[in-house]
Protein backbone atom coordinates (compact mmCIF):
# COMPACT_ATOMS: atom_id res chain seq x y z
CA UNK A 1 0.00 0.00 0.00
CA UNK A 2 1.25 3.38 -0.88
CA UNK A 3 1.48 6.16 1.39
CA UNK A 4 3.03 9.26 2.91
CA UNK A 5 5.50 10.07 5.85
CA UNK A 6 6.24 13.13 7.42
CA UNK A 7 7.67 13.77 10.64
CA UNK A 8 5.35 16.05 13.48
CA UNK A 9 5.19 16.73 17.06
CA UNK A 10 2.69 15.27 19.11
CA UNK A 11 -0.01 17.41 20.73
CA UNK A 12 -2.45 17.09 23.40
CA UNK A 13 -6.02 18.73 23.15
CA UNK A 14 -7.32 20.43 25.87
CA UNK A 15 -10.03 19.43 28.07
CA UNK A 16 -11.53 16.56 30.32
CA UNK A 17 -11.09 13.82 27.96
CA UNK A 18 -7.79 15.28 25.85
CA UNK A 19 -6.35 12.82 22.93
CA UNK A 20 -3.41 13.33 21.60
CA UNK A 21 -2.64 13.71 17.61
CA UNK A 22 0.02 14.84 15.20
CA UNK A 23 -1.25 17.66 12.28
CA UNK A 24 -0.68 16.66 8.64
CA UNK A 25 1.88 19.09 6.67
CA UNK A 26 -0.67 21.60 4.97
CA UNK A 27 0.88 20.59 1.53
CA UNK A 28 -0.10 17.20 2.23
CA UNK A 29 -3.65 18.16 3.65
CA UNK A 30 -4.03 19.90 0.36
CA UNK A 31 -3.15 16.83 -1.77
CA UNK A 32 -5.41 13.72 0.47
CA UNK A 33 -8.34 16.93 -0.13
CA UNK A 34 -7.99 16.69 -3.89
CA UNK A 35 -7.74 12.57 -3.69
CA UNK A 36 -10.50 12.04 -1.78
CA UNK A 37 -12.73 14.98 -2.60
CA UNK A 38 -15.94 12.41 -3.12
CA UNK A 39 -15.24 9.95 -0.37
CA UNK A 40 -15.07 11.80 2.99
CA UNK A 41 -17.57 10.06 5.53
CA UNK A 42 -18.91 11.72 9.01
CA UNK A 43 -17.39 15.00 10.16
CA UNK A 44 -15.54 15.14 6.99
CA UNK A 45 -12.80 12.15 8.04
CA UNK A 46 -10.69 10.35 5.82
CA UNK A 47 -10.03 6.35 6.88
CA UNK A 48 -6.14 5.83 7.30
CA UNK A 49 -3.64 3.15 8.22
CA UNK A 50 -0.72 4.90 10.30
CA UNK A 51 2.25 3.46 11.32
CA UNK A 52 4.70 4.63 13.69
CA UNK A 53 7.85 2.72 14.52
CA UNK A 54 7.26 -1.14 14.73
CA UNK A 55 2.98 -0.08 15.34
CA UNK A 56 0.23 0.13 12.56
CA UNK A 57 -3.89 1.00 13.25
CA UNK A 58 -6.06 1.78 11.37
CA UNK A 59 -8.05 5.16 12.40
CA UNK A 60 -9.45 8.26 10.64
CA UNK A 61 -7.96 11.75 10.35
CA UNK A 62 -10.10 14.11 10.78
CA UNK A 63 -10.27 17.96 9.49
CA UNK A 64 -8.97 20.50 12.21
CA UNK A 65 -10.30 24.37 10.92
CA UNK A 66 -8.31 26.33 13.12
CA UNK A 67 -4.94 24.59 12.25
CA UNK A 68 -6.24 24.28 8.12
CA UNK A 69 -5.37 20.61 8.19
CA UNK A 70 -6.19 17.28 9.40
CA UNK A 71 -5.30 15.18 12.34
CA UNK A 72 -4.34 12.14 13.51
CA UNK A 73 -5.51 10.95 16.74
CA UNK A 74 -2.42 8.48 18.51
CA UNK A 75 -4.31 6.21 21.21
CA UNK A 76 -2.63 5.23 24.07
CA UNK A 77 -1.81 2.33 23.17
CA UNK A 78 0.85 3.03 20.27
CA UNK A 79 2.42 5.81 22.76
CA UNK A 80 3.25 3.52 24.90
CA UNK A 81 4.50 0.85 22.49
CA UNK A 82 6.41 3.38 21.13
CA UNK A 83 7.25 5.72 23.97
CA UNK A 84 6.06 8.82 22.79
CA UNK A 85 4.76 11.94 24.69
CA UNK A 86 3.45 15.21 24.04
CA UNK A 87 6.17 17.40 22.43
CA UNK A 88 7.89 14.36 21.01
CA UNK A 89 8.56 14.30 16.95
CA UNK A 90 7.46 11.05 15.67
CA UNK A 91 7.75 9.78 11.76
CA UNK A 92 4.38 8.79 10.51
CA UNK A 93 3.79 6.73 7.83
CA UNK A 94 0.02 7.29 6.44
CA UNK A 95 -1.69 5.59 3.74
CA UNK A 96 -5.07 5.95 2.85
CA UNK A 97 -7.92 3.04 2.89
CA UNK A 98 -10.65 4.45 0.31
CA UNK A 99 -8.38 6.24 -2.20
CA UNK A 100 -7.91 4.16 -5.16
CA UNK A 101 -5.23 6.75 -7.05
CA UNK A 102 -2.76 7.12 -3.78
CA UNK A 103 0.36 8.71 -5.24
CA UNK A 104 2.94 8.21 -2.77
CA UNK A 105 5.40 10.70 -1.46
CA UNK A 106 6.98 12.44 1.40
CA UNK A 107 6.49 15.70 2.73
CA UNK A 108 8.80 17.44 5.09
CA UNK A 109 7.30 20.07 6.66
CA UNK A 110 9.07 23.59 6.70
Do not use: C, Q
Not at 17 to 22: D, K, L
Amino acid sequence: MNGYEFVADVWRSTGEAAWYFVTLPHDLADEIDEIIADSRRGFGSVRVRVTVGATAWDTSIFPDRKKESYVVPIKKSVRSAEGIESGSPIAVHLALVDASSEPSGSVNPA
